[in-house]
């Protein structure tokens, strides 16, 4: 199949520095490459991959000193890509929504991977507006805003299955790796490891909107002698890192649309304990892969008897559901399908388009304006 | 002839508060509807207007509490737009750049004017990929960043002829209009106006983004006996806030793409005394509508001599140069040309665009990559 894959440009693919999307992104594309399908990959020029390579950009744009304007290079993007369009079967985009006017007006399907959270509330009326176009969810539990979208499956993450590797026998502590802020909750984690008299070691990056929380709320906790805060770490540490701990502490307080780290968890052996916001309860198997607590008191017990989880169970659930090549058989599976049966879409280039949202318009003159 | 005219959605057109664009978008739509025009405005909800009005928010993205996110919204405009283009022979753009790629693929000629300083790093690869599409500058000195591009004509702004009254005997004072910003320079009019012994009225607003400069920079200026800082005025106080002053001082020190309180004060009869900078010397003629100044001791000789002016020749330099008519007549002239002769497109939607930027187009794998 002759696929196109549309990264954003905020960060290379994969990511010199963090950036789930990108990484995704990075992971669906060798696999597809893999399994023998002719991948383009629209990209900045700092990317490497072994698909067809179209450099948007010299270099991913949140490294570049100069701060270039993202519209104005997804906007080069979009018609790049569209200017491409015939040499495709599917254009998959991992880019917001810049493409959308376009891709009503092309025949080659498309369809969007939403990264997202979806409850901004600017969000409603462009996927109303463009509700024929075709998204996939990273979650179910992502949907939840936009229940009436042109939703074609939920495809959720995965990693190469030699990315980590099984730890059969973890040290004594536990791990938090992710952002400090306040929907991350390295607090609750905390209090989890006191409670437990078990070291926490926290491999967590401080955005600069978050440092005012970290400074008034999160450095006071660091001071105890359980708690072990060691930065930012890289993708090759995190192995060890995360390999090595008794469990991820996962405590989050937000709706989250999906959760890499849980599943880094699992290839490692690791079990998490979770809070049920967002993805986790379909992520996570309570009893098997970890556990799922409804306060603090559920997550010290759950903590107290996580060796009672079995590590090679966290694996085999890595390994039969959130590995690269399963999540490219699941996206095939939606390109397949789009090919098949195109979705119907407005009437192409300077026609005016259908339906509902036509009928709604409104055209007032200056009489008819109400005093807003 | 059955024209859009497609403003930003920051401001209701006219605007509500300070919104150069959107004013001079207003009077050009109420201008080509007096004319006979069959015109369609793409805004704001809240916008007035004697034309057919498209609108696609509810009210002005500023004044909204929720902030709602500008790209969202001009996408959505941009889709309906071209949704409408087959009821329209020109689509007037004054909207920066999201519309591009439509653009190229619709049939109908469309033209954008671009209302901003062209200086900015990002433009010059996003007008260099775009190349074909046909663009208005608002003065010639504005084009200079980009000499190559596609432009069709300069429009000057216009002022509806009798939106300012003709002052034939001004008070003893100079005027400030404008914003407090290094780049307007206050400070060079404080100075002129005292070595002049002369009052300066300053209505001027400050920006978030300008209130340490204000604070530091100017406040202390204002305690002059001769400076009498009034604030923000609005434009039904601008007729003789600039009308009774014996001449507006616009010391300006950066590239102002046009600067309208040039013309307002020509519409007034108040000349002006200003800097040779960006638009000056196509909008000013030196010694008949007020003096260009090379120098702070250039600018007070010539304040010292203002009352060499002519005040009936500044206001007849606006009726013959800048009003409204005059600039839907300009306007007019670019639409026709672009209906007779519409510019080369490169293939409609979904075809490879051809020329030197598909073969400037680095395709790369991953072995050719140079370390960025």
Redesign the interface.
Known sequence: MRIAQVAPLIESVPPQAYGGTERVVSYLTEALVEMGHDVTLYAS??S???A????VT??NLRLNP?R??W???H??M???V??????FDVIHFHVD??H???A?????PSVTTMHGRLD????Q??IR??REHPLVSISDSQREPLPWANWQATVHHGLPASLYSFHPRPGDHFAFVGRISPEKRVDRAIEIAIACNTPLRIGAKVDAADRLYFETHIEPLLEHPLVDFVGEIDEAEKNDFIGNARALLFPIDWPEPFGLVMIEAFACGTPVISYPNGSVCEIMEHGVTGFVAHNQEQAIAAARRIGEIDRRRCREAFEARFTAPAMARRYLAVYRGLIDTPPQK?E??????GGED?DR??????RD?SP?
């Open positions: 020029g700092d490497v991959t072994s067809r390579l179209v450099a010299d270099r100069q270039p304007d519209v104005t290079w906007t080069i979009t018609d790049r569209f200017s491409d369009a015939d040499r929504t810049l959308l006017p376009l009503r007006r092309v025949a080659v901004l509330p600017d969000l009326p462009l507006h463009f407005p192409a280039s300077g026609g005016a388009h036509s318009r409104q055209v007032v003159r200056r304006l807003y």
